[in-house]
C-alpha cells in the first residue's frame, strides 16, 4: 500500500509540474522545485524497475524457470532485461516530451557510451559511488541550455544484478555484490 | 535608352514571375523548380514535390516528418541501432552540434546527386569518427582501421545491425557454407483459408458469374483459366474483383482491385520501387513506373510495361512461378540477372520444377528479392523487392541464411564481381567480422 501511495504521489507530482513547465517553464508559488519534481520521477522508475526484475524476471527466470531474459531478447524469444526496460522506457519519454529526460550511466559502463560525458555526470557518479545512500544534484548549462540534474545511485537489487554485470564480457568490473551501486539513474529538468 | 532599359527589364520580370508562378500554383509539370537530380530512390516520385515539402511553412520537422511517413516503421522493424531517440538526451548537445543525428536530412540530403553515395548518403565516409573516435580503446582489433571502412567493409551499418552485431556472428561461427537443414518455408494459406471459412465453396468454370453480354469467345478461356487459379479454389468469382461499388461491371479493374482482399502485399508493394508511384502517400495521382522510367538496364521490349500487380501475376492464371523468375527476367536486363540462369540457385529451382527435389528447395529471384517470411502463423511473401536490397546485409538472414552460414553470406555479398555473376564460384575476400568477434569471446 505504501508503495502505490508512493506512485500516485509520483504521478501526481509529475502531472503537476509537467503542467507548470508546459506553462514557460516558470515555478508558480506554492508549486514543486526541480528536487521534488526528479525525486518523484525516480521513485517511479525505481519502483517499476524493482517489481519488473523480481515480480516479472526474478519469478520466471529462477523460480518458475519457464522462460530466460536475454540481452537478445527478440532473437531468443526471451525477457528483455531489466536495465533495458529503463532505457525503452526513457527513450519513449525522449520520444514525446523535451519536459525532461533520463538515462543510466556508470562508471563502469557495459556499453561506454553509458559512461559518464559532462563533467556533473562525472562529479555526480563518483559522489554517489563514494556515498553510498546519497543522492547527487547539481545545475549544468549543455548546448546552452540551464538544466537541473539530480542523480540516484542504482543499486543491484537481486544477485542477478551482480552476476550478469560480473560474467558479460564488456563489464570493466567483475566483482559487484547485492546492495553495490552500479551505476546512477541521470534525470535532467531543463530551467528557466 | 535608360527609359527603354527600364520598360524591357520590367516586362521581362513581369513575364518571368508569371511563368515561375504559373508553374509553381497551377501547372502540373514543375520540372522547372527541381533544384538538383533526386536520389534513385526518389526519382520516380520527383514530381510529387509535396508529398515530402508538405508545407511551405515551418522548419526541419517539416522534413522530417515527410521522411518517417514512409521510412519509419522499416526503421523500426529494422531495430535501428542509431534512433532519434537515442540524441535527444541533452548530454549529446556537444555530439549534435557537429552532426545533427536528429534529422535524417542531416546525412540523407535529397537534390544532391553529385555528391550521393550508396543508401543515399551525403556526408563523408568516415562520419561514425564523430562518436566512436575511442573505438580502439575497447576494441583493439580497430586499430588503424580508417573510419571510411566501418560500414564499407561488410561490418557494420548505420541502421540495421540485425545481422552483424557481435554476439550474433559468435552464435554463427564455425558453421559450413552450406547449412544441413535449410529452411524451407511453403505457403499453403488456402488450406488455413478454408478451415477458417468452412461457408466457402470452390468454383468451376460454369460458376463464372460474368454477365453474358460480356462473355467472348476469349472470356470462355480466361473462364476455364480462372477455374484452375487459388481465387475458383477460395470462392473469389469474376465479378468480385470486375464489379465496382455499385455493382457495374468494369472491363478493366482499377489498379487497386487486389488490395481488397491483399492489403499488406499492396502496401509492401507501393513502398518497393516497382509500386511507389501508387502509393498513396505520393499527393498527386500518378501513372504506374514503366522500366522507361528507370535508371537500371532493361529489355527494349519491356520499356513501357506498366509495373502494377498484374504485370508480374496475370490476373486470370495466378501462377506465382512465372512471377518468381520470368516475369522479373523479361524485364530486367543486367548482368546479375542475365548470370542467373547459369547459377546453382537456378539448377535448383529446374529440379524443384521437374519434381527431383522437395518443394521449396529451389531458389528464384523472388526466394532472395521477395522473401517468404512467417507472421501469425501463416507463410507470407514479401511484396516490397527493396526491403532487404540495400544495404545488401540486410538479405543475411531474410534470405542468405536460410541455407548458407553466416560467414559465407558476408562475404559473398561484400564481393561485388560474384553478386554481378549470380553467385557463380566462391567469394574471393574472406570479411574478418566473425574471426574478430570469436577471437575477443575466447579472451
Known sequence: MKKLNAIVLGTALLGSATALTGCGGEEKAGGISPQQFTDALHLVMDSDRAVYTKKVVGRLTKKEKVIKASEHFEDDKALPL???????????????????????????????QNAPRTDVEKEGLKFINDNPGQNFY??????????????YPDVAVVEVCASCHNKHKDSPKTDFKVGDVMGGVVIRVPLG | MKRLSWIIWTVLTLALSGYLGYTLVAAEDKTEFIVGAPTHGHFQIELACESCHTSPFGG??????????????????????????KFTDPRNADRLEILNAKDCVTCHREHQHEQTMAMGVTLPDDFCFHCHQDVAENRPSHEGMGFETCASAGCHNYHDNRALYEDFL????????????????????????????????????????????QVSEQDQTITEHWAATVHAQVGVNCTACHNNEQDEWLPQPKLDVCSNCHQDEW???????????????????????????????????AMDKD????????????????????????????EHTNNFTQSKHFALWQQEQQGLVPEGTGVTCATCHMPKYEEGGEVRVMHNQNHNLRPNEKMIRSACMNCHSLEFSIDALADEQLIKSNFIGKPSQHIESIDMAVKRTKQ
Open chain 2, 170 to 213: 559468435v552464435k554463427h561461427a564455425g558453421k559450413p557454407d552450406m547449412l544441413s537443414e535449410t529452411m524451407k518455408l511453403v505457403n499453403d494459406n488456402v488450406t488455413s483459408y478454408l478451415a477458417e471459412h468452412p461457408d466457402v465453396k470452390a468454383l468451376i468454370a460454369d460458376d463464372a458469374d460474368i454477365p453474358t453480354q
Open chain 2, 60 to 85: 526541419p520537422e517539416i522534413l522530417q516528418n515527410a521522411c518517417l511517413n514512409c521510412h519509419e516503421q522499416e526503421l523500426e522493424a529494422a531495430n535501428d541501432s542509431h534512433p532519434v531517440k
Open chain 2, 267 to 301: 502496401t509492401q508493394f507501393t513502398e518497393s520501387h516497382h509500386g511507389m508511384r501508387l502509393s498513396d502517400k505520393v499527393d498527386i495521382s500518378l501513372s504506374p513506373m514503366t522500366p522507361a522510367m528507370s535508371r537500371l538496364p532493361f529489355h527494349q521490349e
Open chain 1, 138 to 151: 547539481k545545475e549544468e548549462t549543455l548546448g546552452g541550455q540551464k538544466y537541473f540534474t539530480a542523480i
Open chain 1, 82 to 112: 531489466p536495465a533495458q526496460m529503463f532505457r525503452f522506457g526513457s527513450e519513449r519519454v525522449a520520444e514525446k516530451t523535451d519536459k525532461f529526460s533520463y538515462s543510466l550511466q556508470s562508471l563502469f559502463p557495459i556499453n561506454s
Open chain 2, 307 to 334: 509495373l502494377t500487380c498484374s504485370g508480374c501475376h496475370d490476373p486470370h492464371t495466378t501462377d506465382t512461378k512465372f512471377a518468381a523468375v520470368d516475369a522479373c527476367m523479361s524485364c530486367h536486363n543486367d
